[in-house]
């Protein structure tokens, strides 16, 4: 990466957001234990073993991931030690990541517990990057139970190194043209790729911060580093980084998961959950602008065994009573469920910009109905908090939703519809 490889990129200014959960192992366990919030607790072997990942409280002892669990003991004799558990760390990962797709196609994961969004594109949505991080932030939380912390800048560096600054819980956003300013400050350690050993080579040549770095000619670092690595401390030093967002393949699709805190059996709550769900999928669509007509239900049972179905619409929806009835008849595919089940997640793709879309209303459909109200509740979510309005049925345990009608039968909303 040279200098100038950085240049045509200022014509066209890419907005980069990396997502980062806080403590990701820890937190996840911290959502079901909530008796250890508070305590130092860490996340691994009891005496054996390593540290995956520590808490706060216990990384303000020294305790950190990678190091032995016998030295996180003697480190906090106090902490208790959880052992993992993969399959949730993985379904809440899953979860997180129907949230980035729900807002750019765009989303390179660097680990199960961060990634890097391209929203170049979808800036339109929600007028701000700040605004886009707050809402994935608020997301995450409301939906997973967990904080994540969010860097946005020019590039990935800046994005990654804004995520560490704005640790634990907080958004830290680099202006453009601002990146030196930000950076110079920093000690060297915070530049990508210093580890201890390259950063006891640069303290011995007198370069402490990233300013110093900075300010060190090339040539000399090329002499000591070699010439890509030494070229490269020096581009990262004023914010340089022609690195783009790799994407994996596949369909963008929005999609939501909910995972119960006990499996269930009554058809009743799996069909309030399905509800639930579809009307999650159907905010998010909303809110990122687009429409779709291919709905995938997912179910995982109580014995991790997991099945899928899709259905292809005839016309594009972003409303919640068509994809919940494609939810509804897709479940009935599944036949009577053999144990209880874990999870359900409903999926919509064959995406399109809802303002490039036409949508042919039934004929004696009013000129206003129920999209009108759910762009209206929307509003009233944003302003107030997602758990200020909802349906009736998902607020009332155990209730069973009204079968889901189609949109000019729903238009006329009957007693006994889910928002009654």
Known sequence: MKPSDAAPGAARRRVILH??????????????????VGRPMFVGGERRGVVLSANYQARAFGVVGGMPSSRARRLCPQAVAVPP???????????????????????ERASIDEAYL??????????????????????????????????????????????????????????AGAEPAFLHPLPVEQIWGVGESTAG????????????????????????????????????AWGRDTRRVLARPGERGVGCQRTFADD?????????????????????????????????????FADFRT??????????????????????????????????????????QGLVEAGKAYCQPPLDAPERGWREAELAVDEVRRKFGSHCLDRAVLTRRGRDPAPARSLMEAQSAPPGHPWG
């Open 201 to 236: 080579r640069l303290h011995r040549l007198g370069i402490v911060t990233v300013a110093d770095l900075a300010q060190t000619p090339v040539p000399a670092l090329q002499r000591v580093f070699g010439p890509h690595q030494g070229a490269l401390l020096a581009d990262l």
């Open 85 to 107: 558990d993969f399959d949730a760390y993985t379904e809440v990962a899953a979860g997180i990541g129907e949230v980035f797709e729900s807002v750019t196609a765009h989303v």
């Open 307 to 348: 099945v899928s179905k899709s259905a292809t619409l005839s016309g594009l929806t972003d409303g919640t009573d068509e994809l919940y009835a494609q939810a509804l008849a897709l479940y009935a595919r599944l036949g009577p469920p053999r144990t209880r089940i874990r999870r359900v997640g409903v999926r919509v």
């Open 264 to 300: 269930l059996d009554d058809p009743a709550r799996v069909r309030a959950e399905l509800l639930r769900v579809s009307a999650t999928v159907a905010r998010r669509m909303r809110r990122a602008g687009v429409l779709g007509r291919v709905v995938t239900l997912t179910v995982r």
């Open 19 to 36: 997502v980062d959960m806080d403590a990701f192992y820890a937190s996840v366990e911290l959502r079901r234990r909530p008796e250890l």
């Open 118 to 175: 391209d929203v170049t594109g979808a800036l339109r949505a929600f007028g701000t990057a700040r605004a886009l991080g707050e809402y994935l932030r608020a997301l995450i939380a409301d939906e997973q139970g967990i904080t994540c912390s969010v860097g946005i800048g020019a590039t990935k560096f800046i994005a990654k190194v804004a995520s560490g600054q704005a640790k634990p819980d907080g958004l830290v956003e680099v202006p």
